[in-house]
Nanobody
Framework: QVQLVESGGGLVQPGGSLTLSCVVP?????????MAWYHQAPGKERELVAS???????TYADSVKGRFTISRDTLVNTLYLLMNGLKFEDTGVYYC?????????WGSGTQVTVGS
Protein backbone atom coordinates (compact mmCIF):
# COMPACT_ATOMS: atom_id res chain seq x y z
CA GLN A 1 0.00 0.00 0.00
CA VAL A 2 1.37 3.38 -1.01
CA GLN A 3 1.49 5.86 1.85
CA LEU A 4 2.41 9.53 1.95
CA VAL A 5 3.60 10.67 5.36
CA GLU A 6 3.34 14.35 6.28
CA SER A 7 5.00 16.08 9.21
CA GLY A 8 5.91 19.55 10.41
CA GLY A 9 2.57 20.96 11.48
CA GLY A 10 2.03 22.70 14.77
CA LEU A 11 1.03 25.87 16.55
CA VAL A 12 2.62 29.10 15.33
CA GLN A 13 2.03 32.79 15.95
CA PRO A 14 0.80 35.06 13.17
CA GLY A 15 3.71 36.09 11.01
CA GLY A 16 5.63 32.97 11.90
CA SER A 17 6.96 30.19 9.72
CA LEU A 18 6.62 26.44 9.38
CA THR A 19 7.98 23.90 6.96
CA LEU A 20 5.85 20.89 6.12
CA SER A 21 7.38 17.69 4.81
CA CYS A 22 5.88 14.77 2.93
CA VAL A 23 7.81 11.57 2.39
CA VAL A 24 6.70 10.03 -0.89
CA PRO A 25 7.43 6.40 -1.83
CA UNK A 26 10.13 6.17 -4.43
CA UNK A 27 7.83 4.24 -6.76
CA UNK A 28 5.73 7.36 -7.34
CA UNK A 29 8.30 10.10 -6.70
CA UNK A 30 8.79 11.14 -10.27
CA UNK A 31 9.46 14.50 -11.89
CA UNK A 32 6.61 13.54 -14.21
CA UNK A 33 4.19 13.23 -11.33
CA UNK A 34 1.86 15.97 -10.21
CA MET A 35 2.76 16.76 -6.60
CA ALA A 36 0.84 19.20 -4.48
CA TRP A 37 -0.17 20.53 -1.11
CA TYR A 38 -3.81 21.11 -0.22
CA HIS A 39 -5.31 23.04 2.67
CA GLN A 40 -8.59 22.35 4.39
CA ALA A 41 -9.71 25.08 6.74
CA PRO A 42 -12.24 24.23 9.47
CA GLY A 43 -15.68 23.80 7.95
CA LYS A 44 -14.45 24.36 4.40
CA GLU A 45 -13.56 22.28 1.38
CA ARG A 46 -10.05 21.17 0.59
CA GLU A 47 -8.26 23.67 -1.64
CA LEU A 48 -5.08 23.53 -3.71
CA VAL A 49 -2.29 25.60 -2.18
CA ALA A 50 0.77 24.81 -4.26
CA SER A 51 1.89 22.25 -6.78
CA UNK A 52 4.53 20.92 -9.11
CA UNK A 53 2.89 20.31 -12.45
CA UNK A 54 3.78 17.29 -14.54
CA UNK A 55 6.05 19.61 -16.48
CA UNK A 56 7.89 20.59 -13.34
CA UNK A 57 6.49 24.10 -13.01
CA UNK A 58 5.43 25.50 -9.66
CA THR A 59 1.94 26.90 -9.15
CA TYR A 60 0.47 28.72 -6.16
CA ALA A 61 -2.92 29.82 -4.97
CA ASP A 62 -3.26 33.61 -4.99
CA SER A 63 -3.72 33.60 -1.23
CA VAL A 64 -0.23 32.21 -0.62
CA LYS A 65 1.83 33.74 -3.43
CA GLY A 66 4.93 35.38 -2.05
CA ARG A 67 4.54 33.62 1.30
CA PHE A 68 4.68 29.88 0.58
CA THR A 69 7.25 27.91 -1.41
CA ILE A 70 6.90 24.36 -2.65
CA SER A 71 10.05 22.34 -3.17
CA ARG A 72 11.22 18.76 -3.36
CA ASP A 73 14.35 16.74 -2.75
CA THR A 74 14.80 13.75 -5.03
CA LEU A 75 17.58 12.31 -2.86
CA VAL A 76 15.20 11.72 0.05
CA ASN A 77 11.93 11.51 -1.91
CA THR A 78 10.43 14.36 0.05
CA LEU A 79 8.06 17.16 -0.88
CA TYR A 80 8.18 20.36 1.18
CA LEU A 81 6.04 23.39 1.80
CA LEU A 82 7.80 26.37 3.35
CA MET A 83 5.23 28.69 4.87
CA ASN A 84 6.22 32.21 5.84
CA GLY A 85 4.13 35.11 7.06
CA LEU A 86 1.45 32.80 8.40
CA LYS A 87 -2.01 34.22 8.90
CA PHE A 88 -5.00 33.11 10.97
CA GLU A 89 -6.72 31.95 7.79
CA ASP A 90 -3.87 29.53 7.08
CA THR A 91 -5.11 27.41 9.96
CA GLY A 92 -6.28 23.95 9.00
CA VAL A 93 -5.12 20.56 7.87
CA TYR A 94 -2.53 20.36 5.11
CA TYR A 95 -2.50 17.35 2.84
CA CYS A 96 0.18 16.06 0.54
CA UNK A 97 -1.07 14.78 -2.82
CA UNK A 98 0.54 12.91 -5.70
CA UNK A 99 -1.00 11.95 -9.01
CA UNK A 100 1.02 9.44 -10.98
CA UNK A 101 0.33 6.56 -13.30
CA UNK A 102 -3.37 7.29 -13.37
CA UNK A 103 -3.75 7.04 -9.62
CA UNK A 104 -4.26 9.56 -6.83
CA UNK A 105 -2.42 9.35 -3.53
CA TRP A 106 -3.16 11.35 -0.38
CA GLY A 107 -1.47 11.71 2.94
CA SER A 108 -3.46 11.72 6.16
CA GLY A 109 -2.72 15.38 6.79
CA THR A 110 -0.87 17.53 9.28
CA GLN A 111 -2.54 20.21 11.42
CA VAL A 112 -1.37 23.81 11.29
CA THR A 113 -2.78 26.25 13.79
CA VAL A 114 -1.99 29.96 13.58
CA GLY A 115 -2.78 31.71 16.81
CA SER A 116 -1.39 33.67 19.68
Amino acid sequence: QVQLVESGGGLVQPGGSLTLSCVVPQSIFSRHALMAWYHQAPGKERELVASFTTGGSRTYADSVKGRFTISRDTLVNTLYLLMNGLKFEDTGVYYCYVQYGGSDYWGSGTQVTVGS
